[in-house]
């Protein structure tokens, strides 16, 4: 990332606690990292630019999320439909074998 610009911030003290929560050495990393995730959550960009974003390999920043409690893949009712056809077919085959 090449193109930067720097900012001076004034944060309430109450925020600082939450700072802590998401990794980083330095206030800036971890307001890098708390903008990624949040425009990751809000679906404003994809998980691998908001790996970018952050600074983080794509591996560290889904880790980051598992932390953060964030589910970093979706997973709808029609996945879960697929999936229990296919284990249903599976189970099949497989009794079919014995």
Do not use: C
Not at 33 to 53: P, R
């Amino acid at each position: 990332m090449s193109n930067q610009s720097t900012f001076q911030l004034q944060l309430p003290e109450e925020l600082l606690p939450f700072l802590d929560k998401i990794n980083g050495n330095s206030i800036n990393k971890k307001v890098r990292v708390a903008f990624a995730i949040n425009l990751f959550a809000q679906k404003t960009v994809s998980l691998e630019k908001a790996a970018e974003l952050s600074g983080e390999t794509l591996v560290d920043f889904m880790d980051m999320l598992k932390e953060q409690g964030l589910p970093w893949g979706e997973y709808s009712e029609e996945h879960l439909y697929q999936d229990e056809r296919a284990i249903k077919k599976m189970l099949k085959e497989m009794d079919f074998k014995k």
